[in-house]
């Protein structure tokens, strides 16, 4: 049970982190690849624990991979076009 107890606290450590005002972009996607993980370790041990196929797991990672590059791709053109990766430096509206 201590896998699951680390898991969660992974979980909540990145959700703490991704509410918390952060000032920079980066600090934001990292937080959630760090919850990403931590919920594909869920699977993981969710899947190994019903004793089922680890299709999902790869389907997963795809869609992880898809949010990664898509994060990328806005933190490389919020750089572009203010300069840096503040989130005060861009108005939302």
Do not use: W
Not at 17 to 29: E, R
Not at 42 to 49: E, P, S
Not at 63 to 80: D, Q, Y
């Amino acid at each position: 049970m201590t896998n699951m107890s680390l898991i969660i606290i992974m979980f909540f450590i990145g959700n703490m982190i991704f509410v918390s005002k952060q000032k920079h972009l980066l600090i934001v996607l990292m937080s959630l690849e760090f919850i990403v993980l931590s919920i594909f370790f869920f699977f993981v041990l969710y899947l190994m624990m019903i004793d089922y196929n680890m299709y999902m797991l790869m389907v997963f990672l795809v869609f992880t991979v898809c949010e990664g590059a898509l994060g990328l791709s806005i933190l490389v053109s919020m750089i572009r076009t203010h300069g840096n990766d503040y989130f005060q430096s861009f108005n939302l509206i």
